[in-house]
């Protein structure tokens, strides 16, 4: 066993193993979704994915399969609460059990917010809002009654604690879902279950590179103008864009025991974004806060 001891209590080195647990994903099936999915079955755990493209749903199932572990593909749509409600209670019966859950599903488009009519806001909230509600609430009961505690993970933004002008409506339903966050891990700790968000900026997905339906084929990707990248490269401390699996594996960490004594966490993965506040990089590679020259 490979262990260290910190004061006087042994820290087993595979308390990453989510070997015999059960993770239940929303919008499973593409980006970031997927790569949770993906990364918590390489760690051993057994996956339910509830996506809307078809395809996508099939082709995550079979990936989990080759990874030796149990899929259950639920195609459906998240926004719709009653469809939710059922996936859940499909996986807890289909497994025996269910240990973590992760609301991932989320979109949004730019549009200023005063040229948003009724129903496009409303359906930014039950995307981003509404459907982590539903999953949540449906998942608790399961939890609670297994007596095993469990984790919770939303995929929230740091858009959800800046401003987004043309996104408001979406960053207003990722401040909800943050201030959700807190609120569960403080409501549910005693019946240990965990409750953690993390906050991803920009990241390549197929949506973020221009692919909206069918299977995930990165081939058939936008690819970026070396405009774009420099754009990039300013903006991020890291100088590069996100990568879905950097969040699915901080993922896989809240949901395993080396995570045990965190809850209520909002954790950024952005390349250091959130942290850069609006300071950009010029052609010096000295860091400005616009709108000075950057040239």
Known sequence: MNASVVDGSVVDGRAIDLTGKVVF????????????????????????????????????????????RKALCIPGNAMEVETVQNAVAETARHFGRLDVLANNVGGVSRRPFVNLAEKNWRRHIDLNLVSNLAATQAALPFMIESGNGGS?????????SRAAPGYAVYAACKAGLNNLTRTLAVELAHHGIRVNAIAPDYTVTPGTQGQFGGAVAPDLWHRPTPAQQEA???????????????CGRV??????????YVTGAIIPVDGGTWASGGWVRNDQDDWILPPQPID
């Open 25 to 68: 994903v929303t919008g499973g099936g593409g980006g970031i979704g997927r790569s949770v999915a993906l990364c918590m079955a390489d760690m051993g755990a057994d996956i339910a994915i509830l996506e809307a493209i078809p395809e996508r749903c099939e082709q995550v199932s079979e990936l989990v399969a080759q990874r030796g």
């Open 232 to 246: 990039i490269r300013r903006r991020i401390p890291l100088g590069r864009p996100g990568i879905d699996d950097e």
């Open 152 to 160: 919770i993970i939303n995929v929230t933004s740091i858009e959800a």
């Open 251 to 260: 993922a896989v960490f809240l949901a395993s025991d080396m995570a045990s």
